[in-house]
């Protein structure tokens, strides 16, 4: 099975699709292709970004359909603290409190993921906190969606990187300070020190533009890259050890060409901690920057398992599954009694206790049977009364009437009535906007809504534009909202009618 990686940086986005290690494309879109290019652009990025990535997705005949997203710092939170060893119950209030110290907005606005290690010496437990603003994640799966494509997992691309420790054979046993360096496109640095595998520390280091530094003081470029970095490294350092006073880092290892080596290499000895490089293009395979190093580590989630669980996505997964059966109190005490673990002694002990209950009720109900049985058989029988009629059979009846009467409402409430619908759509199409396909459906699932057309302006971003505002129109109107919450573009593309390229477009919807 072909698996995706997807890197959205500030510069564009890269994809690139893997069956095991084998690289079968690679895709860079650069940003410049679908950001806005002043006020009077009004299609949507997002309506752009899904365009370009679908006729991507088609040119290079990519058949993934789920998708692990990395993204770098800008995007998330990530953050490292301690909290004492609380009972498995407490722990999330514990998080959460915590958390909030170190965040500059409500915690209610993002969804997040967190990871815990319990240290045995200090005897705290160390929390991995990754978040993501609500708005930001809600971008990416929509995108996503409208892709036809399942996301599995949204990770920091500096934790992507470090998938590349076991494929270079290495163990990642121990305390090991792992750098990552891209000073010639996003003019930026990683430094993380792991423990096992698990992130003690994390930190994003922003470089300047040091082409244009090193043009106006005549100076080396790459001279000035190692000194700025080494400087921020030592900072970084000094702050990981005070933090960290007992956990010595034992090892520096680089992920990035030899050219950084030798230097680090020095730096490492005067630490007096050992060194190791690993070139990631090796093996990738491929020598093609940094930001499609970090999609490419970000495809390899089948393949090279990381120690790192969190994972924002689940996280959005819970809340919606929350929200939707809000409605059944029962489905919802399920979900979160899903990971409850019972121990089996405790088991046991219950049903004994409940067997003894049971057998304590059951020896005093018997004399009571008993004496009703025998005052029942006093009774006298009326001969006159049919016997096969009672209070039971009334019973049914009523409730078979109360059923045919609840199917019966059931049916008028979920007519769909398409008068309103249809007349309002002609109020939303504009000169040069004609519809080929309408169609309105009710499964069991739901309701669905497909519709096709062809706009013609004799100029493609304005064509894009006319799209984007039919469809905003549609999925802002409170009438389709009422039966079809979630309006999706199933497509855009340009098509040629004759000698004439026309843009056609298809827009479907469920409740």
Known sequence: MNSLGIYFSQLGINFVEVKGKKILSSVQIPSSAYAGTGVEDKVSEELKIVAIFKDELRKNKVTAKEANICLSATDLIIRTFEIPILPANEIANAVNFEAKKYLP???????????????????KNFVLFLGLKKDILEKYISIMKQLDMRIIGIEYSAFSLLRFIPLNKMSDKGLMGIISLDYKEELSADFTVIENGFPLFA???????????????????????VEKFKTELRISLDYYNRKFPAKKIEQLVLIDRSEFSEILENFAKELKITFKSIDPFKISGKADGYAFLKAYSASLFATAKSPIKTNIITSWERSKQIKELSQNPTEILSLFFSDFKLNPKILALAICIAGSGLLVGLMQKLPVEKEIQDITKLRPKVISV???????????????????????DNVLKKQLYLTPKLSLIPTFIKPGTWLTKLSFETTEIGLNFYLEGLVYLQD?????????????????????????????????ESKKIGDTVVTSFAIKGTN
């Open 105 to 123: 907005f409500k915690l209610e606005e993002l969804f997040f993921s967190y990871q815990i290690l319990l240290d045995k010496v200090s005897r």
């Open 203 to 225: 930190r994003d280091i922003r470089l300047p533009n040091l082409a244009q530094e090193s043009a106006e003081s005549g100076k080396d470029e790459f001279g000035m890259v």
């Open 386 to 408: 049919d016997p096969k009629l009672g209070v039971g059979e009334l019973d049914s009846a009523l409730i078979k009437n109360l059923s045919d009467i609840k199917v019966m």
């Open 460 to 492: 493609s971003s304005k064509e894009l534009e006319a799209v984007n505002q039919f469809f905003i129109n549609l999925k802002n109107s409170p009438d389709f909202n009422k039966n079809f919450k979630n309006l999706i573009v199933d497509s855009v």
